[in-house]
Nanobody, 124 residues
Framework: QVQLVESGGGSVQAGGSLRLSCAASGYSGCRYGMSWYRQAPGKEREFVSAINTRGSTSYADSVKGRFTISQDNAKNTVYLQMNSLKPEDTAMYYC??????????????????WGQGTQVTVSS
């Protein structure tokens, strides 16, 4: 059974930093891109950053220059380094995988999969 486990969230003051981690397990026989999304109370979930199987990255305009996504393939883990945090960054942050290569299998290679989220709170 595939699983995504996020960690690293917490409470910081504006200008501070946090590093989120998302560890993927249970995937077998497929390759997938990984991304981060966030959802603030009363708002829709929005894209934050992504990294594909070739290591290419993309960012939402609101976080460019402040957030950095990276991955450790040996650990099947993706990271989101968040610097210069602002109160508007406060949200639940979710990790997501999107199948890039392989046969779709709900158990070992789902087309998409979401983690449970980790809360980030930035105070002014």
């Amino acid at each position: 059974q595939v699983q995504l486990v996020e960690s690293g969230g917490g409470s910081v003051q504006a200008g501070g930093s946090l590093r989120l981690s998302c560890a993927a397990s249970g995937y077998s026989g497929c390759r997938y891109g990984m991304s981060w999304y966030r959802q603030a109370p009363g708002k829709e979930r929005e894209f934050v950053s992504a990294i594909n199987t070739r290591g290419s990255t993309s960012y939402a305009d609101s976080v460019k220059g402040r957030f950095t996504i990276s991955q450790d393939n040996a650990k099947n883990t993706v990271y989101l380094q968040m610097n210069s945090l602002k109160p508007e960054d406060t949200a639940m942050y979710y990790c997501k995988t999107d199948l890039f290569w392989g046969v779709v299998d709900p158990v070992s290679c789902p087309r998409t999969n979401w983690g449970q989220g980790t809360q980030v709170t930035v105070s002014s």
